[in-house]
């Protein structure tokens, strides 16, 4: 089983619809990132959490330190919100780990 | 624009030549990772460099080897490339805290034939 999971693998919608991405891990964390991969492969960093709660405009991002969950929400999608969002988790360890779970890819219909 | 640069940007190579990859950090980040992705699938973490000292590594052979320079740029070396080399390599920087954000560079894309 990974470390990091993340459902569902693969989202589909029309445009305007309230979008939301899971992410549940397995190891004690120090920060959790969602990060935003468009093609042509170059990530951005959307949020970083250890506790509670952060939105950045239609982004919202949430996450439960004891059930070892976090999830992602788009409100009012749109097309270009198309891309793959990844979780991934500063594991607590001497060496910092960052463990990738393997991407939500989200495509936005017009 | 995360202020990391990585290059080339693109490269072929054949099974058994080296590669080495370049990466230049955000002003200020002593610490940069590296990673792996094989086409449709998540990042894998390869090693973390702070301070020009290797301090974490993932399950990759030792032909994959770094070093970080005293302005804090890096370089990933892989040795007698394999076909499964095949990837888009991501380096991304950071400050060297549990709660540090990470920067990533747009990835150098090695295609080994």
């Known amino acids: 089983k990974n470390e990091v999971e993340q459902s569902p693998q693969n989202l589909t919608a029309q445009e305007g619809e309230f979008i939301t991405i899971n992410c549940s891990y397995s190891?004690?964390?120090?920060?959790l990132h969602w990060l935003q991969q468009h093609p042509g492969g170059g990530i951005v960093s959307l949020f970083m959490?250890?506790?509670g709660k952060k939105k950045h405009g239609r982004l919202i991002a949430t996450i439960n330190i004891q059930e070892k969950h976090s999830s992602l929400h788009i409100t009012a999608s749109h097309p270009r919100d198309s891309a793959v969002y990844i979780c991934?988790?500063?594991?607590?360890?001497?060496?910092?780990?960052?463990?990738f779970g393997k991407g939500t890819r989200l495509h936005i219909l017009p | 624009e995360t202020g990391v640069t990585q290059s080339p940007t693109h490269l072929i190579k054949t099974r058994g030549q080296q590669v080495t990859l370049r990466c230049s950090s955000q002003?200020?980040?002593?610490?940069v990772s590296w990673y792996q992705q094989a086409l449709g699938q998540g990042p894998q973490f390869i090693f973390q460099?702070?301070?020009?000292?290797?301090?974490g590594r993932g399950n990759f052979p030792p032909r994959f080897s770094g070093l970080q320079f005293p302005n804090y740029s890096s370089e990933l070396n892989v040795n007698a490339l394999e076909l499964d080399d095949s990837a888009l390599y991501l380096c991304?920087?950071?400050?060297?805290?549990?709660?540090?954000?990470?920067?990533f560079g747009e990835g150098s894309r090695l295609t080994v034939l």
């Open positions: 991934a988790v500063r594991r607590v360890n001497r060496d910092d780990k960052i463990i």
């Open positions: 959490l250890s506790s």
């Open positions: 002003s200020g980040h002593n610490t």
């Open positions: 991304a920087s950071s400050t060297k805290t549990s709660a540090g954000e990470l920067f």
């Open positions: 460099y702070y301070r020009e000292e290797e301090n």
């Open positions: 190891v004690g964390i120090s920060a």
